[in-house]
């Protein structure tokens, strides 16, 4: 029998289907991107090649297992996959980031 796994977070149709509507979930604005989140933006504008841009796309294609396994070696990186995918607005806070920091 196949074993399962349970991370917490559900299958990435349940991150779609989630939303933040707390003000707790809202970022500062003011603060820089962080190193996850400029290699997000860096791969959604095709900016992100060799090991990190492969790395992302593993992440973007994983199942909840192994989504899990990618967590305990690249944990910032799956966490703002995680933010992307569910976060209403958290895509947005890093354009906006990227346009502050002149990154457009």
């Given at each position: ?5 349970d991370?917490g977070y ?11 509507d ?23 504008y095709?900016?992100l090649?060799g ?8 992440i ?8 899990q396994r ?10 703002a996959?995680r ?9 947005r806070?890093?354009q906006d ?5 002149g990154l457009q």
């Amino acid at each position: 029998m196949a074993e399962e796994y349970d991370d917490g977070y559900g299958s990435a149709l349940d991150f779609e289907r989630a939303g933040c509507d707390t003000e707790e979930d809202v970022e500062d604005p003011d603060e820089p991107l962080t190193p996850a989140e400029y290699e997000l933006w860096a791969c959604m504008y095709k900016r992100l090649g060799g090991f990190k841009g492969a790395l992302w796309m593993a992440i973007a294609h994983a199942d909840t297992h192994n989504l899990q396994r990618l967590h305990a070696g690249y944990p910032e990186q799956v966490e703002a996959y995680r933010r992307y995918i569910s976060e209403d607005g958290y895509w947005r806070g890093i354009q906006d980031k990227a346009d502050r920091e002149g990154l457009q």
